[in-house]
């Protein structure tokens, strides 16, 4: 059964991990792990998909930007390589990257995707039922 991260339950500081989750799956023999998004994750889909807006690849494009910001890595390698002394990888290099990536495989990775935020969700739910209950 997946569960938040133990750091989640700090006081304040926890909220920072209530609502990830990480999940590795299987795309045609590839190893990809997917983790839920942040706020600020989600600010990047929104920088990275403006040019597609009102097109008929608006969705398409959201999917390749959602996936850009949710896969950690593919066979355990990065999507992009670091941009100078910076640890984090260029949202628009993976957006890029996985641009390049046929449908089926966008669509079978962002289904698995919208199954972790799902799962998320559910047990966010189920911590709040919890919480609720032992303030009656």
Request: net charge negative.
């Amino acid at each position: 059964s997946m569960e938040f991260p133990k750091e989640s339950r700090q006081p304040l500081y926890g909220l920072l991990y209530i609502g990830k989750l990480n999940k590795t799956v299987e795309c045609a023999g590839h190893k990809v792990v997917l983790h839920t998004l942040t706020s600020k994750e989600y600010y990047e889909i929104g920088l990275l998909t403006t040019a597609y807006v009102g097109t008929k690849s608006e969705g398409m494009s959201y999917k390749v930007a959602t996936l850009a910001m949710a896969i950690e890595n593919v066979d355990g390698e990065p999507l992009a390589s670091p941009l100078g002394s910076d640890d984090k990888y260029s949202a628009k290099a993976k957006f890029d990257t996985i641009g390049d990536w046929y449908v089926g495989t966008v669509d079978t990775l962002f289904n698995a995707y919208i199954e972790l935020e799902a799962e998320a969700k559910k047990i966010a739910d189920e911590l709040g039922e919890t919480s609720d209950k032992s303030r009656k």
